[in-house]
């Protein structure tokens, strides 16, 4: 094998394979760092490692360290070689754990209820219960095997190393029983007193803990495959948004050509309604260009010969020729898609309570069943009698609570979240809607409906309003932009049918002209009007421009009759949604592209004071904001539902994306509000927290079960009813505990 130099202040990128957790990537990340001249981040969401390497480190060399860690790592596939056909994409990914999870279900389910149900155990049940135990023991449980011999070979222990070691000590030890002991004789019954006592546990079978534990345990970790999946959906999103192809003028003829085949200097047609192929310098022509899925603002921005227009945003108007200034990586979507991926990166993985305590609680318990083992043989206590006494330490440390402490409450939690338009992408979202303390909010579309809206109409004493509006929505309605549009369907909207426009003309950058009823109408900036605008209309008009909406001047024959007030109207229910985020503690600011007026005006509609509003910003502005108030010790959440928004809604502590939104928005994003109203937001803090407060509470309860459990078992005294019948009530407890998950109301 060819090996790759990664020259100095390099940045390698590395997929790395076999991560089952979060203390995973610590312990890939900490074996990285170690090594000379090497700063890596590993994320377990995207399952990449990303290392800087200063001096002379090879790639094979990093490769090496994370093998040595019991993982795998290798340099991502380029593009091309990624697998297209169908059948091959991320759904495939999840069917051999699917696989798994159906077997062990199908197969624990009767296992589990001859076990618990006397009723059930007929003559040979305990057979039977071996028969359908061994595959899910063995073949269903084989990743949390090989995970845990992966951590012991390198001295560490997770949740794996403890479902591991559990499971099979009950297997092993019901073997021994049915083969060598009393458990394999017709008739066996697990007794019913409920009474403190030795045994020797040759007549005991553990076969429905083995089989349960790894049932819930699978159940748990295929659902956050599940959602774990998705963490790479927002830059897919991202590069999928830009033009596929381009028309390019070659000799005077336009050629379709892929726009990967695009270079500086090529010029290039844009129809309306097409999208950008790339970014550019317009050299022939005048447009609107609709660029609000990158910078938020909601006005459609105009362009002539020598304006800069940006890849992927949409031609709303006339036909441009545009000379490429900027292609592939270097254009703005491809910086934006690479701000996403930064910040996925850079986000901190959540370390698993489940994980931490187990790397702790595993050594303890393996000690004590070691100590358990020497002390009855130290004592005379016989070989059967030690052993039954140890492997009790071990079976009663299996954590079938804890398998569903997690998964119980986020099913439910999530299920019950959905009823109400929120999703939930995973447990390590829960943790940091506690600590929240700071929400930034996205202006366009998400306190706005994200669309022009005619908001009000404004006349001479001799016009009414639908004259005007009829008129107005007439004209407009033959024009193709943005704001002309919102003039037009408010007017069929109020009024219907409208009438039709004859010697209909475009005046680029100042309005529209043509001839309704015999009456020669103009629509858009005063300088269409051959006479100034009446005292009352200039009032108006100044007016509506000051709260940064857009004003459209409309007149016929010759005179001055109306003055339409154009803007993306704010939302009815936003400013009840920052009551109620400040209700939770909050602390609400504005977010926006749009100028200072504008962001100003919606800020006092919604009651966020003028010095809690961020205006005129960027996409990359956007990412630095919330970055700036982590650096300030805030923990920010961040709510969207632009392109523009993605990389901030990566980088924030939370993401809130609203579902009306954009694919790469909520794809960024951590909670996905469906509805669209932002009233939502707070109901999905206040039902995460409360997930999260049910998740450390079956936690708890789980490990306090096998904690006072374990004297017990190490002193011999653990009697098989009592220990089944505690396992059962500590599983019965975490389950109804996160059913009450099902009573949360939304406000």
């Known amino acids: 094998m060819t090996t790759q130099a990664a020259p100095a202040s390099t940045e390698v990128e590395l997929r790395i394979g076999g991560m089952t957790c979060a203390s995973c990537a610590a312990r890939i990340e900490k074996k990285l760092n170690r090594m000379d001249g090497v700063r890596a981040s590993v994320n377990y969401a995207t399952e990449k490692a990303k290392v800087v390497v200063e001096g002379p480190v090879e790639v094979a060399d990093l490769i090496a360290t994370v093998e040595a860690t019991g993982y795998t790592a290798a340099l991502p596939a380029p593009p091309a070689a990624a697998p297209e056909a169908a059948g091959a994409g991320p759904a495939d990914e999840l069917a051999p754990l699917r696989q ?433 605008l009446p005292t009352r209309l200039r009032t108006a008009k100044t007016a509506a421009e000051h709260a940064g909406h857009t004003a459209i001047t409309i007149g016929w024959d010759n005179t001055a009759h109306a003055v339409l007030e154009i803007a993306d109207a704010v939302k009815p229910t936003s400013a009840q949604a920052v009551t109620d985020l400040r209700a939770l503690g909050l602390h609400p600011l504005l977010l926006t592209g749009d100028n200072h007026t504008t962001a100003q005006s919606v800020a006092a509609q919604i009651g966020i004071p003028a010095h809690d509003v961020i205006a005129d910003v960027l996409p990359q502005d956007k990412l630095t904001t919330v970055r700036r108030l982590q650096t300030e010790g805030r923990t920010v959440a961040m709510i969207g539902d632009g392109i523009n928004d993605a990389a901030a809604l990566a980088q924030a502590d939370l993401g809130l994306a609203l579902g009306t939104g954009t694919d790469a928005a909520i794809q960024a994003a951590d909670l996905t509000l469906v509805r669209g109203d932002l009233r939502t937001a707070a109901d999905a803090i206040r039902l995460s927290r409360r997930t999260l407060t049910t998740i450390k509470g079956n936690l708890f309860w789980a490990f306090a079960y096998n904690l006072a459990a374990l004297p017990l078992a190490a002193t011999g005294l653990l009697n098989p009813m009592i220990a089944g019948a505690a396992m059962a009530f500590s599983s019965v407890f975490v389950v109804t505990n996160s059913l009450r998950l099902r009573t949360f109301k939304a406000r």
Not at 342 to 349: L, R
Not at 376 to 384: A, E, I
Not at 386 to 394: E, G, N, W
Request: a neutral charge.
């Open 100 to 532: 798994r999870l159906v077997a062990a279900v199908a197969l624990a389910v009767p296992v589990i209820a001859m076990a618990m149900v006397p009723a059930l155990q007929f003559d040979d049940w305990q057979w039977l219960s071996l028969t359908l135990a061994a595959p899910v023991v063995t073949y269903a449980a084989w990743p949390f095997h090989r995970a845990a011999w992966a951590n012991a070979r390198h001295g560490a222990a997770t949740m794996d190393t403890l479902v591991s070691l559990g499971t099979g000590a009950a297997f092993l030890w019901s073997l021994w029983a049915l083969f060598f002991g009393d458990a394999g004789m017709p008739g066996m019954r697990h007794g019913f007193e409920f009474t403190i006592a030795r045994s020797d546990g040759s007549s005991n079978i553990y076969l429905e803990a083995a089989a349960g534990v790894t049932a819930f345990v699978l159940a748990g970790r295929y659902f956050e495959a599940r959602s774990k999946r998705t963490a790479g959906a927002a830059l897919k999103a991202l590069l999928e948004l830009g033009a596929k192809d381009v028309a390019v003028l070659r000799d005077g003829r336009e050629v379709r050509v892929p726009v990967a085949q695009l270079a500086v200097g090529d010029r290039f047609v844009v129809r309306p309604g097409e999208k950008v192929a790339t970014d550019g310098r317009v050299v022939e022509g005048s447009s609107a260009v609709d660029a609000s899925m990158l910078t938020g603002e909601s006005v459609p921005v105009e362009v002539a010969v020598g304006d800069a227009v940006t890849g992927a945003t949409v031609n709303a108007g006339g036909r441009l020729v545009v000379e490429a200034t900027r292609v592939g990586s270097d254009t703005q979507l491809a910086r934006m898609a690479k701000l996403v991926e930064d910040a996925q990166n850079g986000k901190a993985a959540a370390q698993r309570l489940a994980d931490r305590i187990s790397a702790v609680f595993v050594p303890i318990v393996i000690t004590l069943a070691l100590a358990t083992l020497g002390y009855w043989l130290g004592t005379g206590g016989g070989w059967s009698a030690a052993f039954t006494a140890a492997v009790a330490v071990l079976i009663i440390a299996c954590p079938c609570a804890l398998g569903l402490a997690t998964p119980t409450a986020l099913l439910v939690g999530t299920g019950r979240g959905a009823q109400l338009g929120i999703l939930i992408k995973g447990p390590e979202v829960l943790e940091n809607t506690r600590r929240i303390d700071t929400v930034l909010l996205d202006k366009t579309g998400t306190v706005t409906t994200g669309r022009m809206t005619l908001l009000a109409i404004h006349t001479t004493p001799d016009t009414t309003e639908d004259q005007a509006l009829r008129l107005a929505g007439a004209l407009e309605h033959a024009s193709e932009h943005p704001i002309a549009q919102a003039i037009a369907t408010a007017a069929r909207e109020r009024l219907g049918t409208l009438p039709p426009v004859q010697n209909f003309t475009n005046t680029p950058g100042h309005g529209v002209h043509g001839t309704i009823d015999g009456h020669t109408v103009v629509a858009g900036r005063e300088t269409l009007l051959t006479t100034p």
